[in-house]
């Protein structure tokens, strides 16, 4: 498998651009960055076989937001339910075609992922949605900024103590989307939708490819 294809699936469907510095939890391996967008790294070993697992362990979903003082887990309400969302759409769509597992296994394919920067859209650039604002942002060069996310993801074969894939990157949905331009959390929660239900269809691919 070659390595973009599954490391870029958790977060490659919107495109979009951020100021945000991306830098990898210091637990992860070495990532390089994607020669045509900045805002993503990736790290594959080679010659992956993600296709022969049949079981999935979706790990909880951790909110770790870095700062000066370095990367504290953030308790704040609106990032724990966001947490929950990702978790929760993860195991949604995984499991139309892997069998989810309580517990790494063996014969189990860990899915672990991070929050690590979040960009709420703010009530201004809500307001800016409805008419007669929205018309005037669309005449807009540059558009309405909606916020960002950034996920940091692994993937466990079996029991290994190293992932065989990771990634960090920023999304975000840059100009007028008016699905997702009415709430603080939509443009993230829109993100992550699209992130689990690649990752999920590209893994029934390698599975029903038998790699």
Not at 2 to 17: E, R, W
Not at 36 to 50: C, G, I, M, Q, W
Not at 116 to 126: C, E, V
């Given at each position: 498998?070659?390595?973009?294809?599954?490391a870029?699936?958790?977060?490659?469907?919107?495109?979009?651009?951020?100021?945000?510095?991306?830098k990898?939890p210091?637990?992860?391996?070495?990532?390089?960055?994607?020669?045509?967008?900045?805002?993503?790294?990736?790290?594959?070993?080679?010659?992956?076989?993600l296709?022969?697992?049949?079981?999935?362990?979706?790990?909880p979903?951790?909110?770790?937001?870095?700062?000066?003082?370095?990367?504290?887990?953030?308790?704040?309400?609106e990032?724990?339910?966001?947490?929950?969302?990702?978790?929760?759409?993860?195991?949604?769509?995984?499991?139309?075609?892997?069998t989810?597992?309580?517990?790494?296994?063996?014969?189990v394919?860990?899915?672990?992922?991070?929050?690590?920067?979040?960009?709420?859209?703010?009530?201004?650039q809500?307001?800016?949605?409805?008419?007669?604002?929205?018309?005037i942002?669309?005449?807009?060069?540059?558009?309405?900024?909606?916020?960002?996310?950034?996920?940091?993801?692994?993937?466990?074969?079996?029991?290994?103590?190293?992932?065989?894939?990771?990634?960090?990157?920023?999304?975000?949905?840059?100009?007028?989307?008016?699905?997702?331009?009415?709430?603080?959390?939509?443009?993230?929660?829109?993100?992550?939708?699209?992130?689990?239900?690649?990752?999920?269809?590209?893994l029934?691919?390698?599975r029903?490819?038998?790699?």
């Amino acid at each position: 498998m070659k390595a973009n294809v599954i490391a870029l699936s958790f977060a490659l469907v919107l495109v979009g651009c951020s100021t945000t510095t991306l830098k990898a939890p210091a637990d992860y391996p070495k990532l390089s960055v994607k020669a045509d967008e900045s805002n993503t790294l990736v790290f594959a070993k080679p010659d992956l076989r993600l296709g022969q697992y049949s079981k999935a362990y979706i790990a909880p979903v951790l909110v770790q937001i870095g700062n000066d003082q370095g990367v504290l887990d953030v308790s704040d309400d609106e990032s724990k339910k966001l947490a929950r969302y990702a978790e929760d759409r993860l195991k949604e769509n995984l499991s139309k075609h892997l069998t989810i597992v309580k517990q790494p296994g063996a014969d189990v394919l860990s899915v672990r992922f991070r929050i690590t920067d979040l960009q709420p859209t703010s009530k201004a650039q809500i307001a800016m949605m409805v008419p007669p604002f929205a018309m005037i942002n669309m005449l807009s060069p540059k558009g309405l900024f909606l916020g960002s996310i950034t996920l940091a993801g692994e993937l466990y074969e079996g029991s290994a103590k190293e992932p065989s894939v990771a990634f960090v990157a920023t999304r975000s949905r840059p100009g007028v989307d008016a699905s997702v331009a009415f709430s603080r959390w939509a443009v993230a929660e829109k993100i992550i939708d699209n992130a689990a239900e690649r990752l999920a269809s590209d893994l029934e691919s390698e599975r029903a490819a038998g790699r």
